[in-house]
């Protein structure tokens, strides 16, 4: 059996709630997946938007969920309230937000193929300017982020509510992400986000960051690579999207014949 990440310790920096897949199939090929989450999800502790909104649903001609976590917190409250309405669209950024609204019993999702990102959804043909123009849509989302998404459908002729179901905030404590760097005990990290990368490099002392700066750092999308650079990393490596394409990269990279430890490793 082929273990092409014997060996390896990847930081795996996913929410806690969304790094069990990604950390079991790095274990599945053979490494060792060190969790740090870099982005604290939590529910809303407002939730007066989203229930506006839910009251009005059957108005929306489509209803967008950012990522899983918009799914876990709100379409639970959602459905807590009121069932789905019928021949009503979902759209999904990513794959793993399309599974959980399938999942879920949402007859209908749009989403992206390729690349999982507001661009890519927003090319697809369901969005076009023609179709949006005079539709409601609502974006249930987190706290800040990108407002692409809104205002492009916006200049489509959209009318666009947004409403914040979860919030993401920091991590405070980067002891142990320090501690690990410091005594050379990763081989690599895996990023999901810029956001989280920022998070990262703000935890981080002088001397921690140089030592993240020389480690193969495997991002998903070119938007992570470019912050990667601009923060002086000097080993990005761009894989494809979600988390088959980051373990897809971490199996084909040329490691290093001796890693950290002094253990020697094959190369691939």
Not at 49 to 66: K, S, T
Not at 173 to 191: E, H, K, Q, W
């Amino acid at each position: 059996m082929s273990l092409p990440l014997l060996g390896k310790r990847i930081l795996v920096t996913r929410p806690a709630g969304q790094a069990a897949g990604l950390a079991a199939r790095i274990v599945a090929c053979g490494g060792e997946a060190i969790r740090f989450p870099l982005i604290d999800i939590a529910p809303t502790e407002d939730w007066r938007a989203v229930d506006e909104a839910i009251a009005r649903l059957d108005g929306f001609a489509l209803v967008i969920f950012i990522s899983p976590n918009a799914v876990t917190h709100g379409l639970e409250r959602l459905l807590s309230r009121r069932p789905w309405p019928r021949n009503h669209a979902a759209a999904a950024l990513g794959p793993g937000t399309a599974g959980m609204l399938a999942q879920a019993g949402i007859p209908e999702v749009i989403a992206p193929r390729a690349t999982y990102d507001s661009e890519a959804l927003l090319s697809l043909d369901p969005l076009r300017v023609e179709r949006m123009a005079g539709r409601a849509v609502l974006i249930l989302r987190g706290n800040g982020g990108r407002d692409l998404l809104a205002e492009t459908l916006r200049a489509r002729g959209a009318r666009v509510e947004c409403a914040a179901c979860y919030r993401r905030a920091a991590p405070t404590d980067g002891a142990f992400v320090v501690s690990l760097l410091r005594n050379n005990a990763l081989d690599a990290v895996s990023l999901s986000s810029s956001e989280g990368l920022r998070n990262l490099v703000k935890l981080l002392d002088t001397g921690s960051r140089e030592r993240l700066a020389g480690l193969p750092v495997f991002v998903p999308h070119r938007r992570i690579a470019g912050e990667a650079a601009r923060l002086a990393l000097r080993r990005v490596v761009l894989t494809e999207p979600a988390d088959s394409g980051l373990v897809a990269g971490l199996c084909v990279y040329r490691w290093p014949e001796e890693i950290s430890d002094g253990h020697s490793c094959p190369p691939l």
